[in-house]
């Protein structure tokens, strides 16, 4: 399907997830680094032996069990309550809590609301993984209530980038099957 393509040519264009997973790179952010519950859930991460449209459908099958078994896995943590706690020791993203705002004047929190909060400089990425790959995003601050520049990393660009390469080899035919594999959304390549 994908001709001579192989997972170190997805990485090379900077794809994640979807499109290293029917080539045999078990690569999966909820694995690699840490983040919300994922650590606390029993999941194994599906790639596949071939760049070929069949395995490529495989795996997405085996994901879908996978991701079956993470949503019964959750339900049942926060049945016991051992995913709610988790959530209890995330910081509210807001800066506008009760305990903030003791003995501070009505005029000093409106200004909060309406001009914003400052951060200091500095820049942060943060990353996700999603069905199509690695959902990032970037924000530079440089002191004031807005933030300098603010960039989202979608799969879908990332990915299609390299259908063209991916196509090379292969048969006219596989196109088809080979742009259903990226499944992109037009929405975050057009960003």
Not at 28 to 55: C, V, W
Not at 99 to 106: P, R
Request: aromatic share 10%; net charge positive; glycine share 10%.
């Amino acid at each position: 399907m994908w001709g001579s393509w192989r997972a170190r040519d997805s990485w090379s264009w900077g794809s994640a997830g979807r499109c290293c997973a029917p080539l045999g790179s078990p690569w999966d952010l909820r694995k690699a680094f840490d983040y919300l519950a994922y650590p606390e859930l029993d999941f194994k991460i599906r790639s596949g032996p071939s760049a070929t449209a069949m395995t490529g459908y495989r795996v997405r099958l085996a994901e879908m069990v996978e991701s079956v078994r993470i949503i019964e896995q959750a339900l049942d943590g926060f049945a016991r309550g051992s995913l709610h706690r988790r959530r209890s020791q995330v910081r509210a993203a807001t800066p506008l809590r009760a305990a903030d705002l003791d003995g501070v004047a009505e005029f000093t929190t409106s200004k909060l609301v309406t001009e914003g909060y400052r951060v200091g400089p500095g820049e942060a990425y943060y990353a996700i993984e999603s069905p199509r790959g690695e959902l990032g995003c970037f924000v530079l601050a440089d002191g004031s209530a807005k933030p300098a520049r603010v960039h989202f990393r979608d799969p879908s660009f990332v990915n299609l980038q390299a259908f063209r390469d991916m196509s090379i080899g292969g048969y006219v035919a596989d196109m088809i099957a080979s742009l259903g594999m990226l499944d992109p959304i037009l929405g975050g390549v057009d960003r």
